[in-house]
């Protein structure tokens, strides 16, 4: 069973890069992205470290997704980024992909000893003897805000 | 092994996409998919690994860090230079430049 689902994804990741790179309009390139992240967790799911999945689906599928689309419909920054044709019936492929999606989910919730690193354990690593690590995630994100107000005020002045 | 080969594959594609791409945010989108395809690779070493398997999860997670830190940073300096300029394509910013 996880072989099969790991085959059938990675077909559907590669597909998705292709699509990335086949379409013309930049939302949909964000897209087709945001598709390729979900993989990537399922891949997590996949190697027993749910911490990992349900972080990817947050922080990237959340959180830079939205990131670049508010930031690209704030801006009004130029989407088309090719002269290639776009492609008709993309739309069958993103509803198997949702369809599989739903019964691996199904299929790794009913599923019993999936986990083999509890996140607990995990948790108990990184605030405790990884805690350094963590004050140095702070700075980069505070590091990363202070640049952006930083660029904004430049193009203000 | 699959897990070797797959991330070598979704590398290979990042990186293709990264020298044909001409918009500046669609480099950055598969800047992201390199990253991405080096995480699954880690994490997959790290299941592997029965002695010490948390710490290639926390090395993931402080790529996370980086990866969402660089895309501030890669937004805001996208917006910069469409409103500087006009444009993200780097074609025309390399005339420019010149």
Same mark, same amino acid.
């Given at each position: 069973?996880?072989? !099969?689902?790991?085959? =059938?994804?990675?077909? #559907?990741?590669?597909?998705?890069?292709?699509?990335? @790179?086949?379409?013309? &309009? %930049? /939302?949909?390139?964000?897209?087709?992205?945001? !598709?390729?992240?979900? =993989?990537?967790?399922? #891949?997590?799911?996949?190697?027993?470290?749910?911490? @990992?999945?349900?972080? &990817? %689906? /947050?922080?990237?599928?959340?959180?830079?997704?939205?990131?670049?689309? =508010?930031?690209?419909? #704030?801006?009004?920054?130029?989407?088309?980024?090719?002269?290639?044709?776009?492609?008709?019936?993309?739309?069958?492929?993103?509803?198997?992909?949702?369809?599989?999606?739903?019964?691996?989910?199904?299929?790794?919730?009913?599923?019993?000893?999936?986990?083999?690193?509890?996140?607990?354990?995990?948790?108990?690593?990184?605030?405790?003897?990884?805690?350094?690590?963590?004050?140095?995630?702070?700075?980069?994100?505070?590091?990363?805000?202070?640049?952006?107000?930083?660029?904004?005020?430049?193009?203000?002045? | 092994?699959?897990?070797?080969?797959?991330?070598?594959?979704?590398?290979?594609?990042?990186?293709?996409?990264?020298?044909?791409?001409?918009?500046?945010?669609?480099?950055?989108?598969?800047?992201?998919?390199?990253?991405?395809?080096?995480?699954?690779?880690?994490?997959?070493?790290?299941?592997?690994?029965?002695?010490?398997?948390?710490?290639?999860?926390?090395?993931?997670?402080?790529?996370?860090?980086?990866?969402?830190?660089?895309?501030?940073?890669?937004?805001?300096?996208?917006?910069?230079?469409?409103?500087?300029?006009?444009?993200?394509?780097?074609?025309?910013?390399?005339?420019?430049?010149?």
């Amino acid at each position: 069973m996880v072989t !099969v689902t790991f085959y =059938i994804f990675s077909a #559907f990741a590669i597909v998705s890069l292709w699509m990335m @790179l086949r379409t013309r &309009q %930049l /939302v949909h390139a964000i897209a087709w992205f945001a !598709v390729f992240l979900i =993989i990537i967790a399922i #891949f997590f799911g996949l190697l027993r470290a749910p911490f @990992l999945a349900l972080g &990817q %689906l /947050v922080i990237f599928t959340g959180g830079m997704v939205a990131i670049l689309l =508010i930031g690209i419909s #704030f801006s009004g920054i130029d989407i088309k980024v090719g002269n290639m044709p776009a492609k008709q019936g993309w739309y069958k492929i993103v509803s198997l992909f949702f369809l599989l999606t739903l019964f691996v989910s199904i299929k790794l919730f009913f599923a019993k000893n999936t986990m083999e690193l509890p996140v607990q354990r995990l948790s108990v690593q990184l605030f405790g003897a990884y805690w350094p690590i963590l004050a140095f995630i702070m700075l980069m994100f505070l590091a990363a805000l202070l640049s952006a107000v930083y660029f904004l005020k430049k193009e203000e002045k | 092994m699959s897990y070797v080969i797959l991330a070598l594959v979704l590398f290979t594609l990042g990186v293709y996409g990264v020298l044909t791409s001409r918009h500046l945010l669609k480099i950055f989108l598969f800047l992201e998919v390199m990253t991405a395809a080096a995480n699954l690779l880690i994490g997959a070493f790290a299941a592997y690994n029965k002695i010490n398997a948390v710490l290639g999860q926390i090395f993931i997670v402080v790529v996370w860090a980086v990866s969402v830190a660089n895309t501030v940073v890669f937004v805001t300096l996208a917006i910069y230079l469409w409103k500087k300029f006009g444009t993200v394509n780097i074609d025309a910013l390399r005339e420019m430049k010149q």
